[in-house]
C-alpha cells in the first residue's frame, strides 16, 4: 500500500532500523525493488530523480509504483533530489507521498524559506518532506558536487532548520558522497558529529551516497570487458553503525546501476547471439533484486513491513 515517509520513518526511528530508498528508472529496476521487498516483508522507498524523469516520465514511473504499491507491503512513492520547484509541484498534483527538496546549494536563509514552502505545500496534499543541509560531494543525478563544496552539516544549524522548516526528515553529510567514490580505501563516516546531530534533531535523519560498491560487482564488470577505477563505497559496518547512531532512511542507487551493468556485461559476453532484451535485463533485474534484499537485511527492515 502507498503510504507516507514520515508513517514509515517513524516506525523505524521508533525501532531501531532504517528504510531503504531506492532508485526507479525504469519498468525492471521497480520490479526487482518491489519483489525484493516483498519477498522480505520490507517497507519500502521507490523514488524518482529528475533524471530519471527526464529519462522515463513521471506520468511512467510514478504509475508503475503505483502499481508495485498494490502489494501489501508499505510503499513510499517519494521524489528524490527535487530541486526545481515545478516538479515538486507536479510531484504533489500526482500522487507521490513524499518529496524531497534539496536546497543544500542554497544559502541557510534561502534553503529554509523554499524548504518550508515546499512542506506548506506538502502539507495541502498529504504528503511529507525531506529535505537537506550541508554538501553531498560527487554525482548527484544531473549535478556534479565537487569535493571542495564538501560541507558537512553542522548540528546546531540543524536544529534550527528542522525547527524554522517543519520537515519530516533531514538529509545529513556527515562524510558520504554519490556514485562510485574514487579512493584506495572505503569511505569513512564521521560517527560523533552523527551523535552530536542525533541528540539536538529529533526528526528521523537520512544518509545519501550510501552504496556498499561491492568488489565482487566491480570485479565481475572488469571481467567482462567494463572498467570503474578504484571505486569505493562505504562499508556493511559502517551502515550498521550510522542505523545504530540513528539514520532511518538509506538511499541506495550506484549499487542498483553496478550490478545491472555486471549481469548485462557478463550476460551479453556469454551469450553473444542474444538479441532479445528481456534476456539479458531480466538477468539485470534478478541481480538487482538481490542487491536490495541485502541491503534491506543490512538495515534492519527486514519483516518490518
Ligand atoms: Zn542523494
Redesign the pocket.
Known amino acids: 500500500m502507498l503510504v507516507t515517509l514520515a508513517s514509515v520513518l517513524k516506525k523505524a526511528q521508533a525501532h531501531g532500523y532504517a528504510v531503504g530508498a531506492f532508485n526507479v528508472n525504469n519498468l525492471e529496476t521497480a520490479q526487482a525493488i518491489i519483489q525484493a521487498a516483498c519477498e522480505v516483508s520490507a517497507p519500502v522507498i521507490m523514488q524518482t530523480?529528475e533524471g530519471a524523469i527526464e529519462y522515463a516520465g513521471m506520468d511512467y514511473l510514478s504509475a508503475i509504483i503505483r502499481i508495485a504499491a498494490k502489494s501489501s507491503i508499505p510503499v513510499v512513492l517519494h521524489l528524490?533530489?527535487g530541486k526545481n520547484l515545478d516538479i515538486i509541484r507536479h510531484a504533489l498534483r500526482s500522487g507521490y507521498t513524499s518529496v524531497?527538496y534539496?536546497g543544500s546549494h542554497l544559502s541557510f536563509e534561502d534553503n529554509v524559506h523554499r524548504t518550508r514552502q515546499v512542506v506548506q505545500w506538502a502539507r495541502q496534499y498529504g504528503s511529507s518532506v525531506e529535505a537537506?543541509l550541508g554538501r553531498?560531494p560527487g554525482k548527484?543525478?544531473l549535478v556534479t558536487v565537487k569535493r571542495r563544496e564538501l560541507l558537512y552539516t553542522d548540528p546546531e544549524s540543524a536544529r534550527e532548520f528542522v525547527q524554522k522548516t517543519g520537515c519530516a526528515a533531514l538529509?545529513v553529510s556527515i562524510g558520504t558522497a554519490?556514485g562510485p567514490v574514487k579512493s584506495r580505501t572505503k569511505v569513512c563516516l564521521d560517527y560523533a558529529l552523527l551523535k552530536r546531530i542525533r541528540a539536538v534533531v529529533a526528526v528521523p535523519l537520512v544518509l545519501?551516497?550510501a552504496s556498499s560498491v561491492r568488489s565482487a560487482i566491480i570485479r565481475t564488470i572488469e571481467q567482462y570487458g567494463g572498467a570503474v577505477p578504484h571505486a569505493q563505497g562505504v562499508s556493511d559496518q559502517a551502515i550498521k553503525r550510522a542505523v545504530l547512531l540513528g539514520i532511518c532512511k538509506v538511499?541506495t542507487?550506484t549499487d542498483l546501476r553496478l550490478a545491472a551493468t555486471s549481469a548485462i556485461r557478463k550476460a551479453l559476453a556469454l551469450h553473444p547471439e542474444e538479441i532479445d532484451m528481456r534476456g539479458y535485463i531480466g538477468v539485470a533485474r534478478d541481480v538487482m533484486k538481490h542487491e536490495v534484499m541485502r541491503k534491506i537485511r543490512l538495515l534492519g527492515s527486514a519483516d518490518k513491513a
Open positions: 530523480s528524490d533530489h524531497m534539496d537537506e553531498i548527484e543525478d538529509a554519490h545519501h551516497g538511499n542507487d
